[in-house]
């Protein structure tokens, strides 16, 4: 029984650095219909950066993303403004080629300046475990997912009590009925976007610490993220939360009671299950072409 209840806890602890990770991918694709393959890029790259100020300085990786957040945010906006601008109004397979190819930049800017290599963090607390009612439940994981959990309260806030929220919220139902009261949706779009780069500041920061990582490493974040995102519904906030749950809780026991080597092949098995009956995912609306179709 103790065994179980371990293995749960730290899948919902894993689970929910994941559905910090997915909520900037779903929200830039509910609101601009961009699948933003550059994400999982993203994150090695601060993953990267953190490591380097760690091992430099010795500062808290984790406490890092309070630099990493508004830093990304920016990195977000530029890239928007200068790069996905352009694709505006396009179809999401421009934004797949056009995303792709910000990934493989940056993976070859960090294999050239950082040497392909897997790098980790290791603070201090990177081997202690809290002790719960027999229990353990490791520092880093907890520190991780408590940070991941702040992040999403703060977007959660951002998104339903501010009328920068309302604003994104509004273009993500309906663009043209809030074009119609005055919502500029360009500056909307732009903002959305750096909110979801601004979510790689925090979910890079706690992967540098939680995985082992390399230039290449994006390739597996993306699918996992991805994965997460159609399972719960392209461009639900509370699907993607749900997904990384799920993802989290594969992952642990089938970890804990098979093996680890199977535990990604079981998530992508259950989203195959789930999608056969219902192909819009679990939180997903089926739009007017699909029923039709």
């Not at 029984?1 to 509910?30: D, E, K, P």
């Not at 993203?42 to 830093?71: E, F, K, Q």
């Not at 919220?169 to 750096?194: D, E």
């Amino acid at each position: 029984m103790t065994q179980l209840v371990q293995a749960l806890v730290l899948g919902l602890l894993i689970g929910g650095v994941y559905a910090l990770m997915a909520s900037g991918l779903t929200l830039i694709f509910g609101v601009m219909n961009i699948i933003n393959v550059a994400h999982g890029a993203l994150l090695i790259l601060v993953a990267y950066v953190t490591w380097r100020i760690w091992s430099t300085t010795g500062a808290d990786p984790i406490l890092l993303s309070i630099v990493m957040t508004p830093v990304m945010f920016g990195v977000g906006w530029l890239l928007y403004k200068g790069v996905l601008i352009r694709i505006s109004g396009r179809p999401p397979g421009m934004s797949v080629l056009l995303t792709f190819g910000i990934a493989i930049t940056i993976e070859g800017v960090l294999d050239v300046t950082a040497g392909n290599k897997f790098r980790s963090a290791t603070p201090s607390y990177f081997n202690q475990s809290f002790r719960v009612f027999g229990i353990h439940l490791p520092k880093a994981q907890v520190y991780g997912c408590l940070a991941a959990l702040f992040v999403l309260a703060l977007l959660y806030l951002v998104l339903s009590r501010t009328w920068t929220g309302r604003s994104i919220r509004a273009c993500a139902q309906n663009a043209s009925g809030a074009a119609l009261v005055g919502i500029q949706s360009a500056g909307v779009a732009a903002l959305a976007f750096a909110l979801g780069a601004a979510t790689t500041g925090v979910g890079g920061s706690v992967l540098s610490v939680l995985y082992p990582f390399f230039p290449a490493s994006h390739y597996d974040w993306i699918s996992r993220l991805l994965g997460i995102i159609v399972l719960g519904g392209m461009g639900s906030m509370s699907g993607a939360l749900v997904g990384a749950l799920m993802l989290g809780l594969a992952e642990t026991m089938t970890a804990t009671y098979l093996s680890l080597q199977w535990s990604t092949l079981v998530f992508y098995a259950v989203i195959m299950v789930v999608l056969l009956f219902r192909p819009q995912g679990l939180f997903g609306t089926r739009l007017r072409e699909d029923v039709i179709a």
